[in-house]
């Protein structure tokens, strides 16, 4: 992709390249990045909704904040209907999985708050119905702005179309728990272009999401990544040299993983607030490797910027493939260029004999990683499983340099907060 003239300033790069030859280093089931088995007994934190992205309130430059002691979660949520005649099989059985997997055409964004970091209660609705112009509410950041409790939540809005929005309300605390107030006016920021990152009319299957501000620790200026995939018509997209990257005799032959297109995006603020944005060229792109890279996130840490993406399976091209999980990448400045961790990317992976045990993780400044449940099989053969649709338990890593390892596990959704802020 060419750099195209930005009116913010110079764009200062070239996205790095996740290669294929990059991915077919990644190995399932190496302990120091699996993530241990998930017990099929899990608890659930509701019986009437199912969870699953979650969202910790956090500052602009990272950290997991508490307000008067109280943690606040942000989660995309969906009823369960265990009554509903639509989701009964024809025995006249609840059909969970069914229900389960059409959540994310009815995702709504709900908060929980907790004293503990886990033994999350619910909240409610962050936007009442008809707040959000789309009918799906989809991932994004909430962002603690100040002392008086004031609220940025940045996120998708989607169906018709996926735009990155934004919506500013308040965290109102009392001893007995957390209500958040006003968000009532959602303020469109922008939406994939077609020159930088592909649009629904290139390609039906295009992804735009999943908003992430941050101030850039270095330069101190507002910026945003996102979930794209790289402009161009499906099917337009060159699987070259430099895609391939160097590989053993015998693996130059790519197939038709040109249709595999992701890319982590990157806007820059042009005003303090955020309200007003210019998109960049991808900080990162996969084509030929694979076609999702969602809910994008930073960790900055030893003056490095450890970029991290869920991505699936089912989503890797031809001839590459890795589990579901989290993937990372680290650079000395903000626009790379990036060097995938471990030589392969794979920070944290679902074990292969549990594949789809949990997803969506978000890794934070302190080292824990948290993610939701999936399904979990109940039976050795893996026909019979559980869904979850509720917190898996929260993973510890560790992250030096070029590498990672799994170093610790807790409780069930524990997110603990980094720094507590005492509202005026
Ligand atoms: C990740 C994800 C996000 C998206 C949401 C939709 O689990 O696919 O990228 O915003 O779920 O439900």
Not at 190 to 203: H, L, V
């Amino acid at each position: 992709m060419k750099n195209t003239p930005s009116k913010f300033g110079k764009t200062p790069h070239q996205p790095s390249l996740w290669t294929r030859a990059d991915a077919l280093k990644v190995h399932a089931d190496d302990p120091t990045t699996t993530q241990p088995l998930v017990s099929a007994n899990f608890p659930v934190l509701s019986d009437e909704v199912f969870i699953w992205d979650t969202m910790p309130l956090r500052d602009i430059d990272g950290n997991i904040t508490s307000v008067d002691g109280w943690s606040v979660i942000f989660i995309l949520t969906a009823d369960r209907h265990p009554n509903d005649p639509q989701y009964l099989d024809q025995n006249g059985n609840y059909d969970v999985i069914r229900d389960w997997n059409d959540r994310h055409g009815r995702a709504k964004m709900y908060y929980w708050f907790s004293r503990t970091g886990k033994d999350w209660k619910l909240g409610g609705r962050v936007m009442a119905e008809g707040v959000s112009p789309t009918v799906r509410e989809w991932a994004g950041t909430p962002i603690l702005l100040n002392e008086q409790g004031e609220v940025d939540l940045y996120y998708t809005a989607v169906t018709p179309g996926a735009t990155i929005v934004k919506v500013r309300g308040r965290v109102v605390t009392t001893e007995h728990g957390v209500s958040l107030v006003g968000f009532e006016k959602v303020k469109p920021l922008f939406e994939a272009d077609g020159k930088m990152y592909q649009t629904e009319a290139q390609n039906a299957f295009w992804g735009f999401r999943d908003p992430w501000p941050f101030r850039d620790p270095k330069d101190g200026k507002l910026y945003m990544l996102f979930e794209g995939n790289v402009a161009g018509e499906r099917g337009s997209h060159k699987v070259g040299n430099a895609e391939i990257g160097d590989v053993p005799p015998g693996y130059e032959e790519v197939g038709n993983s040109r249709f595999q297109t992701a890319c982590v995006g990157i806007a820059v603020a042009r005003d303090e607030d955020g309200d007003d944005w210019e998109m960049l060229p991808p900080l990162l792109t996969a084509v030929g490797v694979n076609d999702q890279t969602e809910r994008p996130h930073f960790v900055f840490q030893d003056g490095k910027y450890y970029l991290f993406t869920i991505s699936h399976t089912f989503t890797y091209a031809d001839g590459v493939t890795g589990p579901d999980g989290v993937y990372g990448f680290v650079a000395d400045s903000l626009f790379g260029p990036y060097v995938p961790l471990n030589g392969s990317g794979l920070v944290l992976g679902n074990p292969s004999s549990q594949p789809f045990q949990t997803y969506s993780h978000c890794v934070m400044p302190n080292g824990l990683v948290t993610s939701f449940i999936d399904s979990v099989p109940t039976d050795d053969t893996g026909t019979q499983i559980r869904i979850g649709g509720t917190e898996a338990p929260t993973v510890g890593i560790k992250i030096k340099g070029q590498q990672t390892f799994v170093v610790a596990e807790y409780d069930y959704g524990y997110i603990p907060p980094m720094l507590d802020v005492t509202l005026k």
